[in-house]
Protein backbone atom coordinates (compact mmCIF):
# COMPACT_ATOMS: atom_id res chain seq x y z
CA UNK A 1 0.00 0.00 0.00
CA UNK A 2 1.13 3.43 -0.85
CA UNK A 3 1.84 6.57 1.69
CA UNK A 4 -0.94 7.97 0.38
CA UNK A 5 -3.65 5.21 0.65
CA UNK A 6 -4.70 5.37 4.12
CA UNK A 7 -5.26 9.09 3.88
CA UNK A 8 -7.77 8.63 1.05
CA UNK A 9 -9.82 5.81 3.23
CA UNK A 10 -9.79 8.38 5.98
CA UNK A 11 -11.00 11.22 3.79
CA UNK A 12 -14.07 8.63 2.85
CA UNK A 13 -14.62 8.09 6.18
CA UNK A 14 -14.26 12.09 7.01
CA UNK A 15 -16.93 13.38 4.41
CA UNK A 16 -19.13 10.12 3.41
CA UNK A 17 -22.23 10.92 5.19
CA UNK A 18 -23.87 8.02 8.08
CA UNK A 19 -26.60 6.22 6.08
CA UNK A 20 -30.12 7.82 7.38
CA UNK A 21 -32.21 5.86 9.60
CA UNK A 22 -35.34 4.03 8.07
CA UNK A 23 -37.87 6.11 8.48
CA UNK A 24 -41.01 3.91 9.22
CA UNK A 25 -43.27 2.67 6.67
CA UNK A 26 -47.20 3.60 6.60
CA UNK A 27 -49.52 0.61 6.23
CA UNK A 28 -49.59 0.93 2.30
CA UNK A 29 -45.99 1.22 2.12
CA UNK A 30 -45.09 -1.87 4.07
CA UNK A 31 -47.76 -3.82 1.97
CA UNK A 32 -46.26 -2.46 -1.49
CA UNK A 33 -42.94 -4.11 -0.36
CA UNK A 34 -44.09 -7.16 0.86
CA UNK A 35 -46.20 -7.98 -2.02
CA UNK A 36 -42.86 -6.87 -4.10
CA UNK A 37 -40.59 -9.02 -2.57
CA UNK A 38 -43.05 -11.91 -2.38
CA UNK A 39 -43.61 -11.88 -6.08
CA UNK A 40 -39.60 -11.68 -6.90
CA UNK A 41 -39.49 -14.54 -4.08
CA UNK A 42 -42.15 -16.38 -5.47
CA UNK A 43 -41.23 -16.28 -8.97
CA UNK A 44 -37.28 -17.15 -8.03
CA UNK A 45 -38.51 -20.40 -6.99
CA UNK A 46 -40.41 -21.06 -9.69
CA UNK A 47 -38.03 -20.74 -11.92
CA UNK A 48 -35.54 -22.96 -9.85
CA UNK A 49 -38.26 -25.64 -10.29
CA UNK A 50 -38.74 -25.01 -14.41
CA UNK A 51 -34.65 -25.82 -14.32
CA UNK A 52 -34.59 -28.23 -12.52
CA UNK A 53 -37.41 -29.92 -15.12
CA UNK A 54 -35.64 -29.19 -17.51
CA UNK A 55 -37.80 -26.03 -19.05
CA UNK A 56 -35.29 -23.83 -18.66
CA UNK A 57 -31.28 -23.75 -20.16
CA UNK A 58 -28.21 -22.19 -19.98
CA UNK A 59 -27.50 -20.38 -16.97
CA UNK A 60 -29.78 -19.06 -14.27
CA UNK A 61 -29.21 -16.75 -11.41
CA UNK A 62 -31.99 -16.47 -8.67
CA UNK A 63 -32.30 -13.61 -6.81
CA UNK A 64 -33.42 -15.40 -3.46
CA UNK A 65 -32.82 -13.16 -0.28
CA UNK A 66 -31.53 -10.04 -1.98
CA UNK A 67 -35.43 -8.85 -2.77
CA UNK A 68 -34.90 -5.94 -0.34
CA UNK A 69 -32.10 -4.33 -2.38
CA UNK A 70 -33.71 -3.56 -5.57
CA UNK A 71 -37.51 -2.86 -4.43
CA UNK A 72 -36.35 0.03 -1.44
CA UNK A 73 -34.42 1.19 -4.44
CA UNK A 74 -37.25 1.23 -6.98
CA UNK A 75 -39.42 3.24 -3.83
CA UNK A 76 -36.93 6.05 -3.86
CA UNK A 77 -36.42 6.95 -7.20
CA UNK A 78 -38.43 8.66 -9.84
CA UNK A 79 -40.21 7.27 -13.18
CA UNK A 80 -38.40 7.03 -15.56
CA UNK A 81 -34.94 7.08 -13.77
CA UNK A 82 -33.25 3.84 -15.45
CA UNK A 83 -32.16 0.54 -13.84
CA UNK A 84 -29.30 -1.72 -15.47
CA UNK A 85 -27.89 -4.50 -14.07
CA UNK A 86 -25.89 -8.03 -14.10
CA UNK A 87 -27.33 -11.49 -14.78
CA UNK A 88 -28.73 -11.56 -11.56
CA UNK A 89 -31.24 -9.58 -12.75
CA UNK A 90 -35.11 -11.45 -12.58
CA UNK A 91 -36.01 -9.95 -9.86
CA UNK A 92 -35.15 -6.25 -10.93
CA UNK A 93 -37.39 -6.62 -14.08
CA UNK A 94 -40.14 -7.83 -11.90
CA UNK A 95 -39.52 -4.61 -9.32
CA UNK A 96 -39.53 -2.30 -12.18
CA UNK A 97 -42.87 -3.88 -13.50
CA UNK A 98 -42.14 -5.89 -16.12
CA UNK A 99 -44.70 -8.68 -16.48
CA UNK A 100 -43.96 -11.86 -15.03
CA UNK A 101 -45.47 -13.79 -17.94
CA UNK A 102 -42.90 -12.16 -20.91
CA UNK A 103 -39.90 -12.28 -18.23
CA UNK A 104 -40.81 -16.56 -17.19
CA UNK A 105 -41.33 -16.88 -21.25
CA UNK A 106 -37.95 -15.28 -21.95
CA UNK A 107 -36.33 -17.80 -19.50
CA UNK A 108 -38.15 -20.53 -21.76
CA UNK A 109 -36.87 -19.36 -24.90
CA UNK A 110 -40.59 -17.86 -26.02
CA UNK A 111 -41.48 -16.00 -28.57
CA UNK A 112 -43.33 -13.50 -25.76
CA UNK A 113 -40.63 -13.41 -23.77
CA UNK A 114 -39.05 -9.44 -23.40
CA UNK A 115 -36.29 -10.21 -25.91
CA UNK A 116 -38.31 -12.91 -27.97
CA UNK A 117 -36.57 -15.87 -26.64
CA UNK A 118 -33.41 -14.67 -27.88
CA UNK A 119 -31.69 -13.39 -24.31
CA UNK A 120 -32.71 -16.04 -21.86
CA UNK A 121 -32.14 -15.72 -18.35
CA UNK A 122 -29.21 -13.08 -18.89
CA UNK A 123 -30.16 -10.69 -21.24
CA UNK A 124 -33.53 -8.70 -21.14
CA UNK A 125 -34.64 -5.34 -22.03
CA UNK A 126 -37.84 -3.44 -21.26
CA UNK A 127 -37.89 0.64 -22.68
CA UNK A 128 -40.69 1.31 -21.56
CA UNK A 129 -39.99 -0.22 -17.92
CA UNK A 130 -36.40 1.87 -18.53
CA UNK A 131 -35.09 -1.14 -17.86
CA UNK A 132 -31.67 -1.67 -20.09
CA UNK A 133 -30.21 -5.32 -18.74
CA UNK A 134 -29.27 -7.99 -17.94
CA UNK A 135 -25.97 -8.48 -18.62
CA UNK A 136 -23.77 -11.76 -18.81
CA UNK A 137 -20.22 -10.08 -19.05
CA UNK A 138 -18.90 -9.45 -15.58
CA UNK A 139 -19.01 -5.66 -14.66
CA UNK A 140 -19.36 -4.87 -18.30
CA UNK A 141 -22.74 -2.71 -17.36
CA UNK A 142 -21.18 -0.37 -15.11
CA UNK A 143 -20.05 1.53 -18.03
CA UNK A 144 -23.10 1.31 -19.84
CA UNK A 145 -24.71 2.62 -17.23
CA UNK A 146 -22.42 5.78 -16.98
CA UNK A 147 -23.93 6.08 -20.87
CA UNK A 148 -26.92 6.24 -19.79
CA UNK A 149 -26.50 8.79 -17.08
CA UNK A 150 -24.30 10.60 -19.50
CA UNK A 151 -27.65 11.22 -21.56
CA UNK A 152 -29.47 12.10 -18.91
CA UNK A 153 -27.35 15.12 -18.16
CA UNK A 154 -26.68 16.10 -22.13
CA UNK A 155 -30.70 16.17 -22.49
CA UNK A 156 -31.23 17.94 -19.20
CA UNK A 157 -33.99 15.53 -18.28
CA UNK A 158 -32.99 14.95 -14.53
CA UNK A 159 -33.46 11.19 -14.49
CA UNK A 160 -30.84 9.56 -12.68
CA UNK A 161 -29.40 6.09 -13.59
CA UNK A 162 -29.17 3.26 -11.29
CA UNK A 163 -26.22 0.76 -11.90
CA UNK A 164 -26.08 -2.39 -10.14
CA UNK A 165 -23.19 -5.10 -9.78
CA UNK A 166 -21.88 -7.37 -6.96
CA UNK A 167 -18.93 -7.16 -4.61
CA UNK A 168 -16.82 -9.48 -7.14
CA UNK A 169 -17.40 -6.97 -10.07
CA UNK A 170 -16.61 -4.37 -8.14
CA UNK A 171 -12.83 -5.62 -8.29
CA UNK A 172 -12.76 -4.83 -12.20
CA UNK A 173 -10.59 -1.99 -14.02
CA UNK A 174 -13.76 -1.39 -16.20
CA UNK A 175 -15.34 0.02 -12.55
CA UNK A 176 -12.74 2.16 -11.95
CA UNK A 177 -12.82 4.06 -15.07
CA UNK A 178 -16.08 4.35 -14.97
CA UNK A 179 -16.08 5.81 -11.51
CA UNK A 180 -13.11 8.51 -12.57
CA UNK A 181 -15.62 9.51 -15.79
CA UNK A 182 -18.50 9.75 -13.79
CA UNK A 183 -16.92 11.61 -10.91
CA UNK A 184 -15.12 14.14 -13.56
CA UNK A 185 -18.10 14.78 -15.39
CA UNK A 186 -20.57 14.57 -12.20
CA UNK A 187 -23.16 12.54 -13.92
CA UNK A 188 -26.47 11.27 -12.70
CA UNK A 189 -25.57 8.10 -11.45
CA UNK A 190 -26.26 5.65 -8.42
CA UNK A 191 -23.12 2.76 -8.01
CA UNK A 192 -25.21 0.26 -6.33
CA UNK A 193 -23.15 -2.56 -5.19
CA UNK A 194 -24.99 -5.63 -4.13
CA UNK A 195 -22.45 -7.19 -1.56
CA UNK A 196 -23.55 -10.85 -1.29
CA UNK A 197 -20.58 -11.63 0.44
CA UNK A 198 -19.63 -14.71 -2.18
CA UNK A 199 -19.03 -13.40 -6.08
CA UNK A 200 -19.00 -16.52 -7.80
CA UNK A 201 -18.08 -18.10 -4.77
CA UNK A 202 -15.12 -16.68 -3.17
CA UNK A 203 -15.65 -15.00 0.15
CA UNK A 204 -15.40 -11.19 0.07
CA UNK A 205 -12.90 -11.08 2.88
CA UNK A 206 -10.14 -13.33 0.37
CA UNK A 207 -11.22 -11.55 -2.66
CA UNK A 208 -11.03 -7.67 -1.90
CA UNK A 209 -9.20 -5.14 -0.07
CA UNK A 210 -10.89 -3.40 2.76
CA UNK A 211 -13.56 -5.76 1.56
CA UNK A 212 -15.66 -4.17 5.04
CA UNK A 213 -15.66 -0.85 3.41
CA UNK A 214 -16.47 -1.02 -0.28
CA UNK A 215 -18.68 1.54 -0.66
CA UNK A 216 -15.19 3.77 0.21
CA UNK A 217 -14.18 2.79 -3.22
CA UNK A 218 -15.37 6.13 -4.48
CA UNK A 219 -13.24 8.25 -2.69
CA UNK A 220 -10.64 8.67 -4.98
CA UNK A 221 -12.29 9.39 -7.45
CA UNK A 222 -14.02 12.16 -4.79
CA UNK A 223 -17.67 10.07 -4.71
CA UNK A 224 -19.34 9.85 -1.68
CA UNK A 225 -21.06 6.18 -0.69
CA UNK A 226 -22.63 4.37 2.55
CA UNK A 227 -22.70 1.01 3.47
CA UNK A 228 -26.62 -0.27 4.09
CA UNK A 229 -28.75 -3.01 5.27
CA UNK A 230 -29.44 -4.54 2.27
CA UNK A 231 -31.94 -6.66 3.86
CA UNK A 232 -34.05 -3.93 5.21
CA UNK A 233 -36.21 -2.37 2.58
CA UNK A 234 -36.87 0.66 4.65
CA UNK A 235 -33.07 0.92 5.15
CA UNK A 236 -32.28 0.37 1.41
CA UNK A 237 -35.61 2.98 0.58
CA UNK A 238 -33.99 6.28 3.13
CA UNK A 239 -30.23 5.58 1.63
CA UNK A 240 -31.61 5.21 -2.05
CA UNK A 241 -33.96 8.72 -1.14
CA UNK A 242 -30.30 10.27 -0.23
CA UNK A 243 -28.35 9.14 -3.05
CA UNK A 244 -30.72 9.99 -5.64
CA UNK A 245 -31.99 13.42 -4.58
CA UNK A 246 -27.19 13.53 -4.91
CA UNK A 247 -27.28 12.88 -8.10
CA UNK A 248 -30.28 14.63 -9.13
CA UNK A 249 -29.11 18.18 -7.88
CA UNK A 250 -25.78 18.13 -10.35
CA UNK A 251 -23.56 16.79 -7.31
CA UNK A 252 -22.53 13.75 -9.65
CA UNK A 253 -22.04 9.86 -8.55
CA UNK A 254 -22.96 8.10 -5.36
CA UNK A 255 -22.23 4.98 -4.55
CA UNK A 256 -24.62 2.64 -1.88
CA UNK A 257 -23.06 -0.70 -0.73
CA UNK A 258 -25.86 -3.18 -0.08
CA UNK A 259 -25.48 -5.56 2.60
CA UNK A 260 -27.14 -8.63 1.21
CA UNK A 261 -27.19 -12.51 0.73
CA UNK A 262 -28.70 -14.74 -0.90
CA UNK A 263 -29.73 -17.93 -0.37
CA UNK A 264 -28.81 -20.24 -3.04
CA UNK A 265 -26.16 -20.97 -5.46
CA UNK A 266 -24.19 -18.42 -7.60
CA UNK A 267 -25.83 -20.34 -10.43
CA UNK A 268 -28.41 -23.31 -10.77
CA UNK A 269 -25.12 -25.60 -10.75
CA UNK A 270 -23.39 -24.35 -8.13
CA UNK A 271 -23.70 -26.59 -4.93
CA UNK A 272 -22.53 -23.51 -3.01
CA UNK A 273 -20.34 -25.85 -0.06
CA UNK A 274 -17.69 -22.67 0.11
CA UNK A 275 -20.45 -21.71 3.09
CA UNK A 276 -21.96 -23.36 5.71
CA UNK A 277 -25.87 -24.88 6.72
CA UNK A 278 -26.07 -23.41 9.29
CA UNK A 279 -24.94 -19.98 8.18
CA UNK A 280 -27.47 -19.60 5.39
CA UNK A 281 -29.71 -20.65 8.22
CA UNK A 282 -29.30 -18.45 10.60
CA UNK A 283 -29.36 -15.14 7.86
CA UNK A 284 -33.00 -16.85 7.15
CA UNK A 285 -33.73 -16.81 10.56
CA UNK A 286 -32.79 -13.51 11.92
CA UNK A 287 -32.16 -11.05 9.17
CA UNK A 288 -34.49 -12.22 5.98
CA UNK A 289 -36.01 -9.05 4.51
CA UNK A 290 -39.62 -10.41 3.22
CA UNK A 291 -39.99 -12.21 7.33
CA UNK A 292 -39.11 -8.46 8.83
CA UNK A 293 -42.22 -6.80 7.00
CA UNK A 294 -44.14 -9.53 7.45
CA UNK A 295 -43.56 -9.21 10.66
CA UNK A 296 -44.43 -5.48 11.03
CA UNK A 297 -47.70 -6.01 9.21
CA UNK A 298 -48.79 -8.23 11.92
CA UNK A 299 -47.17 -6.31 14.67
CA UNK A 300 -47.76 -2.53 14.26
CA UNK A 301 -50.67 -2.63 10.85
CA UNK A 302 -52.95 -5.05 12.93
CA UNK A 303 -52.83 -7.30 9.72
CA UNK A 304 -53.87 -11.32 10.10
CA UNK A 305 -51.81 -14.14 9.22
CA UNK A 306 -54.61 -15.39 7.15
CA UNK A 307 -54.74 -11.82 5.21
CA UNK A 308 -51.16 -12.51 3.99
CA UNK A 309 -52.00 -15.89 3.48
CA UNK A 310 -54.45 -14.64 1.04
CA UNK A 311 -52.26 -12.30 -0.26
CA UNK A 312 -49.50 -15.30 -1.12
CA UNK A 313 -52.15 -17.24 -2.69
CA UNK A 314 -52.77 -14.72 -5.13
CA UNK A 315 -48.67 -13.91 -5.74
CA UNK A 316 -48.47 -17.95 -6.11
CA UNK A 317 -51.55 -17.96 -8.62
CA UNK A 318 -49.64 -15.04 -10.70
CA UNK A 319 -46.35 -16.83 -10.52
CA UNK A 320 -47.95 -20.35 -11.92
CA UNK A 321 -50.16 -18.56 -14.66
CA UNK A 322 -46.69 -17.06 -15.80
CA UNK A 323 -44.98 -20.41 -15.70
CA UNK A 324 -48.39 -21.95 -17.50
CA UNK A 325 -47.89 -19.39 -20.49
CA UNK A 326 -44.08 -19.65 -20.61
CA UNK A 327 -44.34 -23.68 -21.38
CA UNK A 328 -47.09 -23.45 -23.37
CA UNK A 329 -46.13 -20.13 -25.88
CA UNK A 330 -44.77 -20.87 -28.91
CA UNK A 331 -40.52 -20.90 -29.77
CA UNK A 332 -39.90 -17.97 -31.65
CA UNK A 333 -39.60 -18.61 -35.49
CA UNK A 334 -35.99 -19.31 -37.25
CA UNK A 335 -36.24 -15.77 -38.96
CA UNK A 336 -35.95 -14.35 -35.40
CA UNK A 337 -32.30 -14.74 -35.54
CA UNK A 338 -31.66 -12.36 -38.33
CA UNK A 339 -34.01 -9.35 -36.37
CA UNK A 340 -32.41 -6.98 -33.98
CA UNK A 341 -29.10 -7.69 -34.98
CA UNK A 342 -27.96 -4.39 -36.15
CA UNK A 343 -29.55 -0.56 -36.30
CA UNK A 344 -29.81 1.46 -39.58
CA UNK A 345 -27.63 4.39 -39.56
Known sequence: MTAGAPTAVASAHATNGEAPPPTPFTKEEDLHAYREM???????EKAGQLYGMGHIGGFCHLYIGQEAVVVGMQMAIAEGDQ??????????????????????????????????????????????????????????????????????KYRGDGKVSLTYFGEGAANQGQVYE?????????????FIIENNRYAMG???????????E?????????????????MDVRAVRAAGEKAAAHARSGEGPYVLEMKTYR???????????????????????????????????????????????????TIRATVNESAEFAQNDPEPDPSELWTDVTVEA
Open 83 to 152: VITAYREHGHMLATGMDPKGVMAELTGRKGGYSRGKGGSMHMFSKTKAFYGGHGIVGAQVPLGAGLAFAN
Open 263 to 313: YRGHSMSDPAKYRTREEVTQTREERDPIERVRVRLMRDHDMSEDELKGMDK
Open 38 to 44: LLIRRFE
Open 214 to 230: MYARGAAFGIPGEQVDG
Open 202 to 212: TAVERSAALSE
Open 178 to 190: TFNMASLWKLPVI
